[in-house]
């Protein structure tokens, strides 16, 4: 737990532009996360973001004093790596509480990881900072896509929105579908992996690893003869993913676990089926696409469905195994 002393400086301030620049070194959706389960204090009270600080008011933040420690002498991550090369922002989705994106690989969803701004939320934000001044709220991702996934990522514009969207994620009460090209073992038409997700892009974990529940089914499957003339495996198929929990990696782990793993996947993938994908149809990534959200809308309680469309990269990939 730290308790901080407002400034003179500080006077007139949000509650919740006080405790970013207090942690630099913390995501902007944790620090949201924060307020939202009641760990920001004003002077002992609970307090939404949007609360006004005067100087001498006393803020508690209930975070471990390791985590402090990082997070408040951490540099600001935007002033750290290298920038994104510039990319269209294509909107699938707007309104006054809410927008969706359509993320292009390549792309990450948040500064870090060696990346210093140009990142999805950064454009997010410069989109629509017009008419906002300092310590108004800006928007923020209500959830992550990985680096090298494509498709529906959404923000909050507003507080509101984001706390409302911050619980329907965390209540599991959001339908995601995914799109990946699957190659290896012949899978059934449909089914259910129950497995834990075991992650490949760090050292073994002292803990054990999280369940995750990933339905799916094949929508489509390539000739045979055709595919394995020209070196692919002989089970080759579109998958549409359907996850009932939101581990990172879950489909990529999941996939590999049965056998078939994601085309083009660097870390899970078959690398020699990689290289087939990359000869035969320019695959560079992941075939792995957020094709559609389906949630409630964050104030009117709507059902709201948002889709985004396959990108060029896995078209092509799409048609040349003719599954079209």
């Not at 089914?191 to 489509?220: C, M």
Request: glycine share 8%; with cysteine.
């Amino acid at each position: 737990m730290a308790e901080l002393a407002v400034e003179n400086r500080c006077d007139g301030w949000r509650l919740d532009r006080f405790v970013r620049e207090a942690l630099p070194g913390m995501p902007l959706s944790h620090i949201f996360k924060l307020f939202r389960t009641g760990k920001v204090r004003l002077d002992g009270r609970k307090a939404p973001a949007s609360a006004r600080i005067a100087a001498g008011q006393a803020v508690i933040i209930h975070v471990p004093d390791a985590k402090f420690k990082a997070d408040s002498t951490a540099e600001p991550k935007e002033k750290r790596g290298r920038a994104v090369p510039p990319f269209p922002l294509e909107i699938i989705f707007e309104d006054e509480e809410m927008v969706a994106i359509n993320k292009p690989a390549g792309v990450p969803v948040h500064p870090g990881s060696g990346y210093a701004s140009g990142s999805c939320i950064d454009r997010i934000v410069e989109r629509f900072a017009a008419g906002r001044h300092p310590g108004d709220f800006m928007p923020a991702l209500v959830h992550r896509l990985d680096l090298d996934t494509s498709g529906v990522l959404i923000a909050a514009k507003t507080y509101r929105a984001l706390r409302a969207l911050g619980k329907t994620f965390e209540m599991r009460r959001v339908k995601k579908t995914y799109l990946a090209l699957a190659a290896g073992a012949l899978l059934p038409d449909s089914g259910t992996i129950d497995l834990p997700v075991k992650r490949l892009d760090g050292p073994d974990r002292p803990y054990k690893e999280p369940r995750g529940v990933t339905d799916f089914r094949v929508a489509a499957r390539a000739a045979q003869r055709d595919v394995k003339s020209r070196g692919w495996p002989a089970h080759v198929a579109l998958v549409e993913i359907s996850i009932l929990t939101g581990r990172t990696h879950q489909i990529r782990s999941h996939l590999k676990s049965i056998g078939a793993p994601v085309v083009g996947d660097r870390l899970y993938g078959n690398p020699q089926v990689n290289e087939v994908a990359r000869r035969e149809a320019g695959l560079d990534r992941q075939f792995l696409h957020a094709r559609r959200v389906e949630l409630d809308h964050p104030t009117t309680g709507a059902p709201v469905i948002i889709e985004a469309p396959l990108p060029p990269d896995l078209e092509r990939v799409f048609a040349s195994l003719r599954l079209a």
